[in-house]
């Protein structure tokens, strides 16, 4: 596939029709998949679209990815075009994914541990501007949360060198040719003899052996809870959680009730920080996705957590709305509705009397300094 990787090709089994890879002809379509009401869409270059397209597409929540060109100033690149250098493009993925199971910040810490992003040059074997790594945002908030992962993978002290992934904004994302699409699904012999010996899963091994956990901590993306094990998110028995609760607390977050509107702790909230459970202490949601809707209760764009999330129908009041709960503590929350701000379209409208808020200065001594990298 890559220029310098083709001179090899020629010792091998694979010798057998592989070099006319960038002239085979594929029309096979990518198959429709199952899409929700509101996705999203990212865009990453991690050198061999390839490569990157099957990385991407083992995550849950990810609906699809398709390889292609972008960052470049040719109109409709060819393959040859952009492996050949000289059009500005670099080869990329673009990932359609439902934020309500995964978000763009586990979508960026996926993309770290399948780079290396301190290489300039190229990626693994393939060389070149063309294959640099780097991440497309969207608008001021893609950006900041691209900067601020990068910023805590270079505080994590994971790599030695500095990390020099490029942070570009958005351009005409052009499909590459049919034959690249899944290119690992319809030819896994070819595809699993070249990124064998790319050097990349070689290089990913050893550069994420060393204290992976504890790296997982530093960037919020150990296990989905941030950091805890689910065991430290043990339920009290009732007349604990009773005597720990305010009787508003209990009867919201234990008998599904509701607060009033505009009389309640963080509704006016607009400091830095995250909202966990009221009885368990599993995160919830952060002020980053936090917004104003005018109702008198803590809104949110997204979940901080999505696994910690539970949504179910509840015909109450004589209409059909999602109820949200916590997975752990099984706590009443709130409600979703579908007429958030972008970039979800959603408004998770919560029960102050159901969260705890933990400022950001405080994040790490209450065991939460996974989440610190949100505030950097």
Request: a negative charge.
């Amino acid at each position: 596939m890559k220029n310098i990787f083709q001179w090899t090709l020629v010792l091998g089994l694979l010798f057998l029709g592989y070099q006319q890879v960038g002239s085979m002809e594929d029309n096979t379509e990518k198959p429709m998949e199952k899409t929700s009401e509101h996705t999203q869409t990212a865009v990453f270059a991690g050198g061999c679209f390839w490569c990157t397209e099957s990385d991407f597409e083992k995550l849950d929540g990810v609906i699809t990815v398709v390889s292609g060109y972008t960052g470049g100033h040719a109109n409709d690149p060819t393959y040859e075009q952009v492996s050949g250098g000289g059009t500005g493009h670099i080869e990329a993925v673009r990932v359609t994914y439902d934020p309500s199971v995964i978000s763009y910040t586990q979508l960026l810490d996926h993309f770290w541990r399948h780079v290396d992003p301190t290489d300039a040059g190229g990626q693994f074997v393939d060389r070149g501007d063309q294959y640099r790594s780097a991440i497309f945002y969207t608008g001021e908030t893609e950006r900041q949360t691209a900067e601020a992962s990068k910023k805590a993978l270079a505080a994590s002290g994971q790599f030695d060198r500095p990390i020099v992934t490029d942070i570009l904004p958005i351009g005409t994302f052009y499909e590459a040719e049919a034959y690249h699409q899944d290119y690992y699904k319809k030819n896994p012999l070819r595809y699993k003899w070249y990124r064998s010996r790319s050097g990349r899963d070689r290089f990913l091994e050893k550069a994420w052996a060393r204290d992976e956990m504890k790296t997982k901590k530093k960037m919020g993306t150990a296990p989905m809870n941030g950091g805890k094990d689910k065991t430290d998110y043990a339920i009290p028995e009732d007349d604990e959680i009773r005597k720990k609760l305010t009787p508003t607390q209990y009867r919201v977050a234990r008998e599904d009730g509701t607060e009033p509107p505009f009389n309640n702790a963080y509704w006016d909230n607009h400091a830095d920080g995250i909202y966990v459970d009221i009885v368990s202490g599993e995160p919830l949601f952060s002020s980053t996705d936090k917004f104003d809707s005018g109702t008198g209760w803590p809104s949110f764009t997204r979940p901080l957590q999505p696994k910690n999330i539970v949504e179910k129908k509840d015909m109450s009041l004589l209409m059909v709305r999602t109820e949200v709960r916590s997975r752990h503590a099984d706590s009443h929350l709130g409600h979703v509705f579908e007429d958030g701000p972008k970039p979800t379209g959603l408004r998770y409208c919560i029960n102050s009397a159901s969260l705890r808020f933990v400022p950001a200065e405080e994040l790490e001594a209450q065991g939460y300094g996974g989440f610190r990298y949100l505030f950097q």
